[in-house]
């Protein structure tokens, strides 16, 4: 089928480009229609420690999700006056939070350098994620307010937050990174710019149509927070790569006399054996 494809490919160029560039469109349509789906906290439950965290929903025994606002002065002890002042209107804004049950009674450290601000959310830890960005905005609006204060969040929906934001943030500048570096590579391969630029082009494209096509795959396969990163940088590695090895076998066969359909239907039906002299009748 693969050498079938070459073939006609080969003898129908501007066909085969244009159902290429149809399917890559249809599938970035699909990923702008249908919603990706995230991965819920039931989704980690495996295992034995899963069904307990099962059994213990079920019984209705679970702990509601919760933050802490930490409050302090750079190791200094709190003007406790000011750090009060603080923590009530942070107490005013939380209440006012519809993703906030409970706002408890600040808990001052002995030594009075520190103190802590519990916060209570409802619903599920799912929902503590869903709705935690407002909790943090207060948080980030106070901080602002009062810069010679140390105010910090944090509970299990803020710390997952803060680790796929530095995820993301790291995997984007590889992203950033890889682009350039593998375009440049090509160019030294090829020797000029349009021959560097369609295998980088061909794993980009191949790139987008695997993430439009993901979204309704999402339902059976929910996004953990880094799909879209992971599928790029190996989407391009792989997509380069094989253009490489087709490129390659292509120009050994037309160094043996092949003409260029003959050529390329060998290349379709050997370069992934990635053999220079590959038996061939």
């Known amino acids: 089928m693969t050498v079938r494809a070459a073939r006609w490919s080969a003898t129908h160029p501007w066909r085969a480009i244009g159902l290429w560039l ?11 229609v249908i919603p990706k789906q995230q991965t819920k906290d039931k989704d980690n439950w495996v295992g034995q420690s899963g069904v307990a965290s099962q059994l213990i929903e079920q019984a209705n025994l679970g702990e509601r999700p919760s933050e802490t606002i930490l409050v302090t002065d750079a190791g200094a002890p709190l003007n406790r006056a000011a750090a009060t002042k603080v923590m009530n ?4 804004k939380m209440k006012g939070i519809d993703a906030v049950s409970n706002v408890g009674q600040p808990v001052w450290a002995e030594n009075g350098k520190a103190a802590l601000l519990p916060i209570e959310l409802k619903g599920t830890a799912d929902d503590a994620a869903d709705n935690v960005d407002k909790l943090l905005a207060a948080t980030a609006d106070a901080q602002r307010a009062h810069p010679d204060l140390s105010i910090e969040q944090t509970g299990s929906a803020s710390l997952d937050k803060g680790i796929w934001k530095q ?38 494209s191949a790139v987008g149509a695997a993430l439009g096509f993901y979204a309704p795959l999402s339902y059976l396969f929910p996004d953990g927070g880094s799909v879209a990163n992971v599928v790029l940088l190996i989407g391009m590695a792989v997509g380069v790569d094989y253009s490489l090895f087709y490129l390659k076998r292509e120009r050994e066969e037309r160094r043996r006399g092949r003409s260029p359909i003959d050529a390329v239907e060998i290349a379709a039906a050997t370069s992934d054996t990635r053999w220079s002299s590959p038996a061939w009748p």
């Open 89 to 92: 209107q942070l107490s005013q």
């Open 22 to 32: 149809l399917l890559v469109v249809v599938a970035v349509g699909m990923s702008a």
């Open 167 to 204: 995820v993301g943030s790291d995997l984007a500048r590889a992203e950033k990174l890889s682009l350039p570096i593998t375009f440049a590579l090509m160019l030294l391969a090829f020797g000029a710019l349009i021959a560097a630029g369609i295998p980088v082009l061909l794993a980009f």
